[in-house]
């Protein structure tokens, strides 16, 4: 029973079994799994990656090299060729965040802690959605999550929030307070995208009894908190009919540029938050964080992720008890996690995204036979590219999301090719124990023993029922 | 005849890579002298039994009259060649192909993937990481050169760099039409992949990559004949490559194998008619070897098809063969005389024709054949007389 809760540790909580790694857990599953809930379990160096301000810096002066034409100033042709290189340089830096991120999933021993940030990482997507976003995504993640997800979930939402990577994912640093005189005198205005999103997606969830007046009031409070550079030294100027230089320094910084704020007190959800502008939107924040509906939201997504597409109530009722008695702890609602009996069925219920099957694949057989070549393409031709979430919900995280003909047709021809990547050596009825032990059903089993090459053994243990699902 | 390269074969749209590590180096300086060896590896475990069946063996009905062709070619001994096969049948009554009917590497096991890599690395029971060929090319008495046709390098030519190409039809690497049927099988309790595996299949069809007859296509007997042209071309080219490894899938006929040998048998014998053509002249000089990990099951099982089995066939053919024999000794097929009671006993040790290929269609008469590239193999001597 141990060594069948071991492989189910390793591929359902952690992202799949490196070898020797079934055995490790056999111990004491539970264990194995709880020892990688602690604070930086999830933090990564990011050396040799950009940081957000480096790339803000990058891009600052890049735009004096190929912003508008002055007199001296390179000319189309020059400036054409400035273009291209700045978005060469934006995909090399996203494939570089690419592999690093499947780099270190693929090796991490605590790869509960790797899914748990990836989890959180989804719940607060941003998106390579345009060259802006491109250099953002990664060092969003790094810096915004990682650090936080074994922390309280507030302190999640407003490291999250609170990011250049989401402010200007989600125009929060272009909403200015309608009734501000840069508004009045720039034509701009209030954006309600953040305010929706952190409402609907993020915390209380869609028809949980907020209204679009909640929506506008807690953008307004959020109006203000901006991303430091020269368009918010312009913006902010604007109102004081001089300049704000201060405001550039240090491009990539997140400040409260209080000319922005619409002034007064704002109502959400029947409470006001009056008071100091700059503390409006923390204080909307703390509400929403520990509120019941947020807590049922996360507790159902966390299900659904942990247990079943359709999760029992039972288990979305004590992942809810979890998050309220802890105020949103999130090492005690990861350690409840780990102790749901619902999500230790022998069943495999969770049909993996092309992500977790490329990650649990290299894990299993080494990146270099899992990926081959430019990795960013291979998540593509899987319809899963890192850091490229469709729209601000993230990724789909159930099983009809995956599965249509022509996804699984792709995952056998990428079965396929891995399978003649494989090691010589390393037998597919080897490679099957080392992967899924005694998740792999006998008749799995006798498939992959009975092929007529490795090549086509390694194929069907790949896109096993069992290897498909975790 | 065709002016053809390995840049050609790019500009076509193909997969090719060269793993050469000896720049400059000139094919065919060595004692080959224009002579070409071509290794076929039928992988899963062809019937040898059906494709050249001892008609006048009293047991062989007995033990699977539904496996024998009613229509099978008479050739010589008592052996018949299957209906599906008449090119090779010719070259059989032209001399230019000969029939190993029991033979087997040292390997007594039957798992596909310790015999095939066994068979090609040349070892008795640990599987090396470098194969024989390419052992052999480096002992070679001056530079040769090989091409691989198959989605991967195989075991045989892996190992220390050696001048080494290889090259598979651009439709690759999809999987086979065997790998489906098994997938399929996999997903019987499994409602969400087996209906969208179906409906990717059947969405192929329509797409016309894959003949409606549910066979062909996808690495399987359709890519036969084009694998076995693309090895004739390189050969075929000046300053080409003297040696030829192509991998044909699809032989593990545990279920309605008569239907699914028909086709494999025919493709096959039109893929070497295909060869012989894009070699035109070179044909002469060339020696042909097509050879299962191993046989299999005398007796037919229940599903209409055998399992896996010891004892195996190997086709030999080519203009430099001394054709229209059938080499090695008949050891019957009374149950007494099978293998653990049901499989056919290998009369030949395939490392003997390797040995014998080697050592005189290429020239490499080398005290090495007995060590370091087939280890402990001295009591398989070459196999004399083949060409």
């Not at chain 1, 490229?388 to 009809?400: F, N, Y």
């Not at chain 2, 598979?168 to 209906?195: F, G, N």
Request: glycine fraction near 10%; proline fraction near 5%; aromatic fraction near 6%.
């Amino acid at each position: 029973m141990s060594r069948l809760a071991a492989a189910i540790a390793t591929s359902r909580f952690g992202l799949g079994a490196r070898p020797g790694e079934i055995s490790d857990a056999a111990g004491d599953p539970r264990g194995w799994l709880e020892a990688q809930i602690r604070p930086g379990a999830a933090v990564v160096s990011g050396e040799g990656l950009l940081s957000t301000q480096e790339v803000f810096a990058a891009r600052i002066a890049d735009a004096s090299m190929a912003g508008p034409r002055e007199a001296g100033e390179p000319d189309e042709e020059a400036r054409r060729a400035i273009q291209q290189r700045i978005q060469r340089e934006a995909r090399e830096g996203l494939q570089k965040e690419v592999e690093a991120r499947t780099r270190h999933a693929a090796s991490t021993p605590a790869s509960f802690a790797e899914r748990w940030l990836r989890f959180w990482a989804n719940h607060f997507t941003v998106a390579a959605r345009n060259a802006q976003m491109i250099g953002l995504v990664g060092p969003y993640e790094r810096e915004a999550i990682r650090p936080h997800v074994f922390g309280r979930f507030s302190g999640l939402l407003g490291n999250a929030v609170f990011h250049p990577g989401m402010l200007v994912f989600l125009d929060a640093a272009r909403s200015i307070g309608p009734s501000t005189i840069p508004a009045q005198r720039r034509d701009a205005g209030l954006n309600e995208n953040l305010a929706r999103e952190i409402l609907e997606l993020h915390t209380l969830g869609v028809g949980s009894g907020y209204t679009q007046e909640d929506i506008v009031e807690f953008a307004k409070a959020l109006t203000g908190w901006t991303v430091s550079g020269p368009q918010t030294a312009r913006l902010a100027a604007a109102g004081r009919g001089g300049r704000a230089p201060e405001l550039a320094n240090e491009p990539g910084r997140v400040l409260f540029v209080a000319p922005l704020h619409e002034p007064g007190a704002r109502t959400v959800l029947g409470k006001v938050h009056g008071g100091e502008g700059k503390l409006q939107a923390a204080s909307i924040l703390d509400v929403l964080a520990v509120h019941p509906a947020t807590a049922r939201l996360i507790a159902t997504k966390l299900a659904r992720h942990f247990v079943a597409d359709v999760p029992p109530e039972s288990a979305i009722a004590k992942l809810e008890a979890s998050f309220l008695s802890s105020g949103g702890d999130l090492a005690v609602l990861a350690r409840a996690v780990i102790h749901l009996d619902e999500a230790w069925q022998p069943e495999q219920q969770k049909f993996k995204t092309p992500e977790e099957l490329l990650v649990s694949a290299a894990r299993a057989a080494g990146a270099q036979a899992a990926f081959g070549g430019a990795q960013r393409q291979v998540y593509a031709s899987l319809a899963q590219a890192p850091f490229s979430a469709p729209s601000p919900a993230g990724w789909a995280d159930d099983t009809a999301a995956w599965s249509g003909a022509d996804a699984v047709k792709k995952r056998l021809e990428w079965a396929n090719a891995v399978s003649r990547r494989m090691v010589r050596g390393l037998s597919p009825t080897d490679f099957l124990d080392q992967a899924l032990g005694e998740m792999a059903g006998q008749r799995t089993r006798q498939a992959v023993a009975r092929a007529e090459s490795a090549e086509q053994g390694f194929t069907l243990a790949l896109m096993s029922p069992e290897f498909q699902r975790r | 005849m065709t002016m053809l390269n390995r840049r050609s074969l790019l500009l076509t749209g193909c997969a090719a890579t060269l793993v050469s590590v000896a720049p400059g180096a000139r094919a065919d300086t060595g004692g080959a002298q224009g002579r070409k060896l071509v290794i076929i590896i039928l992988r899963g475990a062809m019937d040898g039994l059906a494709a050249l069946p001892k008609i006048d063996d009293a047991d062989i009905r007995g033990h699977r009259a539904a496996l024998v062709d009613p229509g099978a070619i008479k050739l010589s001994d008592g052996f018949a060649l299957h209906s599906a096969m008449p090119g090779l049948a010719a070259m059989y009554s032209a001399n230019e192909a000969a029939f190993v009917p029991a033979i087997a590497g040292p390997y007594r096991e039957r798992s596909h993937f310790a015999a095939q890599d066994l068979l090609e690395c040349g070892e008795i029971s640990q599987v090396s990481a470098d194969g024989w060929l390419n052992r052999a090319m480096l002992k070679a008495p001056g530079v040769y050169a090989a091409v691989s046709i198959g989605p991967s390098q195989p075991l045989i030519l892996r190992g220390a760099p050696v001048s080494a190409t290889s090259w598979s039809p651009p439709v690759l690497p999809e999987a086979s039409e065997d790998t489906l049927q098994r997938l399929l099988d996999l997903y019987e309790h499994d409602m969400v992949l087996k209906t969208s595996l179906s409906a990717a299949v059947g969405a192929d069809m329509i797409a016309g990559s894959m003949k409606a007859d549910g066979m062909g296509g996808r690495g399987g007997p359709a890519q036969y004949v084009p694998q076995l042209e693309a090895a004739g071309k390189f050969l075929a080219q000046p300053q080409g490559p003297q040696i030829a490894v192509v991998s044909l899938e699809g032989w593990d006929t545990h279920i309605g194998q008569n239907q699914a040998l028909q086709q494999r048998f025919a493709a096959l014998d039109n893929g070497i008619a295909a060869m012989k053509t894009q070699l035109g002249d070179i044909w002469k000089k060339t020696a042909v070897m097509a050879i299962s990990e191993f046989g299999r099951t005398v007796r037919i099982n229940g599903g209409g098809g055998t399992d896996h089995g010891t004892g195996g066939l190997a086709i030999l053919a080519g203009g430099a063969i001394k054709g229209g024999r059938m080499l090695g000794d008949w050891p019957g097929l009374k149950s007494s005389a099978l293998f653990e009671d049901r499989d056919l006993r290998p009369a030949v040790d395939a490392r003997s024709v390797f040995k014998g290929l080697l050592r005189d269609q290429l020239g490499w008469a080398s005290a090495d054949l007995d060590t370091a590239i087939f280890r402990d193999s001295v009591a398989a001597k070459a196999m004399g007389g083949l060409v």
